[in-house]
Nanobody, 115 residues
Framework: QVQLVESGGGLVQAGGSLIVSCAAS????????FGWYRQAPGKQRELVAI???????NYAGAVKGRFTISRDNAKNTVYLQMNSLKPEDTAVYYC?????????WGQGIQVTVSS
């Protein structure tokens, strides 16, 4: 069983930066896609960014140019560098991984951007 553990969230002022990371652990596995979703209060969970095993990345329009996703395959870890943060980026951020053909989710981590 593969587990995803997020870290690095917290409180930041608008315009600031934050990096969140997600480490996968468990039995031998291959992570194909690695990504981040977020869910704000009262809203549906939405894709933030996703990156393939060969480093092709896609971003939601709302974060393009401000967020950067990257991964370290040797460490089975994905990172999300968030710059120029806005109050509307406040949400619980969930790590997502496609392991083989199965989807896995982290427990979520809170990111709060104050105005």
């Amino acid at each position: 069983q593969v587990q995803l553990v997020e870290s690095g969230g917290g409180l930041v002022q608008a315009g600031g930066s934050l990096i969140v990371s997600c480490a996968a652990s468990g039995s031998t596995f291959t992570i194909n896609a690695f990504g981040w979703y977020r869910q704000a209060p009262g809203k549906q969970r939405e894709l933030v960014a996703i990156i393939s095993r060969d480093d092709n990345a896609n971003y939601a329009g709302a974060v393009k140019g401000r967020f950067t996703i990257s991964r370290d395959n040797a460490k089975n870890t994905v990172y999300l560098q968030m710059n120029s943060l806005k109050p509307e980026d406040t949400a619980v951020y969930y790590c997502y991984a496609v392991v083989g053909i199965l989807s896995r989710w982290g427990q979520g981590i809170q990111v709060t951007v104050s105005s």
